[in-house]
């Protein structure tokens, strides 16, 4: 399964923006989807997943400002962010784990692929 992430840009503190990351080459809908994220000097971190039975898991820093959704018609996954802080500044990756779970873990050695990352710049 390839991985392209997009939607990304430079926005204000409190805006929103919404990630797009397209599949191709399998069935997203099955699999456990992620999106991390990487700021500059920081390791790359988990935001949120959702499982192949759609159960989500989500980070702190995401609980109720990131939404993690699919299009199953469309073989897409999206990151709908709100109320941006400059601390979400980071490049956004998605990532997928082709083995079927019904729950998923932010745990980076469980993903297969990974799409090239989008950048995210919020300022004050």
């Known amino acids: 399964v390839q991985l392209q992430a997009s939607g990304g840009g430079s926005v204000q503190v409190g805006d929103s923006l919404r990630l797009s990351c397209a599949a191709s080459?399998?069935?997203?809908?099955?699999?456990?989807m992620a999106w991390y994220r990487q700021s500059p000097g920081k390791e790359r971190e988990g935001v949120v997943c959702i499982s192949g039975t759609d159960r989500i898991l989500e980070t702190e820093s995401a609980k109720g400002r990131f939404t993690i959704s699919r299009d199953n018609v469309k073989n897409m996954v999206y990151l709908q962010m709100s109320s941006l802080k400059p601390e979400d500044t980071a490049v956004y990756y998605c990532?997928?784990?082709?083995?079927?779970?019904?729950?998923?873990?932010?745990?980076?050695?469980?993903?297969?692929?990974w799409g090239k990352g989008t950048q995210v710049t919020v300022s004050s």
């Open positions: 080459g399998g069935t997203a809908s099955r699999y456990q």
């Open positions: 990532a997928v784990d082709v083995d079927y779970k019904s729950t998923c873990r932010l745990a980076m050695i469980e993903y297969d692929n």
